[in-house]
């Protein structure tokens, strides 16, 4: 029997190419993704493609209501920040933070998983770009695996059952471009931008198309997707 | 300044005492329930006449969509169990467990912590009368404390700083309704039963229903709340 996978996916490069990775490693894919009040909903319309063109048994998603608590650029009404540098956006949590917003969506994932018997949750989380964040290190992995082995009826049954892979937690950009290059990632229809025009196009000036267009330029590539002119 | 707390209420028995513990302890309290496709959808209009007598700083209700997965007699249309004795209720997980929810309940509870600057967490789990539920039991609570620290913002700057509070986990129901009476809980306006009728009335035969009864009838106590006849 075919190994099933919850793929946790944003609609966005990195997640993208972690589902990529997945179908590469031999699971059957189980997308999750989540409307949670975000401003860049276009990511959405972007996982619905993604999910098809991979091919996944399911793909669902779950509206969650993360605005009913504020706290962040990226679901309450506060600024998204523009036009900032790498070196810029170092050393501190960004603005885009959702408070607990891994968590959440692992929780998720986790309930997934236990329903559809499933031993292997994939989140596109990273170390390196997104130092930033707290829920996107290592050690805050660690410790989720731990708990969530602890959680369900499968860790009664068996408690080193469950693992949740991070395929991406040390790469730079580039690099993780690479990798869905050569797993056949068309980057075209990914959706990466925090803040993306009525047409759903990227600014190309926040943090994360700053991130993302680095990483092709490192690459000596162009990002073939569309932006805003 | 006051100490606030989240806390996890259901408008049931438990949470509804552990409402009243964190009051009695000095905390400012923020509820916080779910809309999650449950049958006993009844509890909620108990958990705002509950928050109201309490004097809770703020009340909120996520509507989270949990029928998604399904897997759960609570959440799907699979029958909930009746008419069982408390024997024969042990040593199975229930069909009314549905899968990672206090995992997910807590998240919310995280980011509410999170955003109002909350370092206490308050969740009325039981690891006596519900001993089949994975995330009941006492390690599961400490793996979920160490992950939390690690999850969020304020984990970033002082790692142990979160904790959660579950001061029914080893009481018997009759304990428990004994703290609460003692903390002056009208268990009148508390609403328990998994399946209850049109009007919001308790069926008396589910677990829950037995369990609560029964805990009553230790103490020599008649239940207050108004049962179907």
Redesign the interface.
Known sequence: MRKKAVVLLSGGLDSTTILAYAKSQGFDLYALSFFYGQRHKFELEASKKVAQQFGVVDH?I?????R????SALTAEIEVPKGRTEKEMEGE?PIT????????F???A???A??NKSNDIFIGVNAVDYSGY??C?P??IA??Q???N????T??EDSNNLTIHTPLIDLKKSEIIKMGIDLGVDYAITSTCYDPNKKGLPCGICDSCVLRLKGFEELGMKDPAEYQS
């Open positions: 669902k779950v509206k969650i209501d993360l009913a608590f504020g706290g949590i933070y959702v408070p607990a917003r891994n968590t959440i692992l929780s998720f986790l309930a997934f236990e329903v707290p829920d290190r050690e805050y410790a989720y731990t708990m969530a602890l959680a369900t009826k860790g009664v």
